[in-house]
């Protein structure tokens, strides 16, 4: 069964940063591209970053040199750092498996809130 579990999120001041985690079970994290996407109250999903099998990632603009996806083969963790943190960045954030694919998969999601 695919599992993946969000953690890292919270609350942080414009200009701050924080790392995202995401845990993957079931399947081998390496072997598919993974994204970041999130969701703004209100708002729908937008997708973030893509990181594929090869290593290589991609990033939407709006977040393109503040963030960063990685990844650990050994853990099959993914990650988000998030740097330059924005009130508009203030969102719920998931990893996803298969974003581009009609049955993807996402996690139960880490709020992030970023306000002074």
């Known amino acids: 069964e695919v599992q993946l579990v969000e953690s890292g999120g919270g609350l942080v001041q414009p200009g701050g940063s924080l790392r995202l985690s995401c845990a993957a079970s079931?399947?081998?994290?390496?072997?598919?591209?993974m994204c970041w996407v999130r969701q703004a109250p209100g708002k729908g999903l937008e997708w973030l970053s893509t990181i594929f099998t090869d290593g290589s990632t991609t990033y939407a603009d709006s977040v393109k040199g503040r963030f960063t996806i990685s990844r650990d083969n050994a853990k099959n963790t993914l990650y988000l750092q998030l740097n330059s943190l924005k009130t508009e960045d203030t969102a719920m954030y998931y990893c996803a498996k298969d974003f581009f694919r009609p049955n993807w998969q996402r996690g139960q999601g880490t709020q992030v809130t970023v306000s002074s």
């Open positions: 079931g399947f081998t994290a390496s072997s598919v591209y």
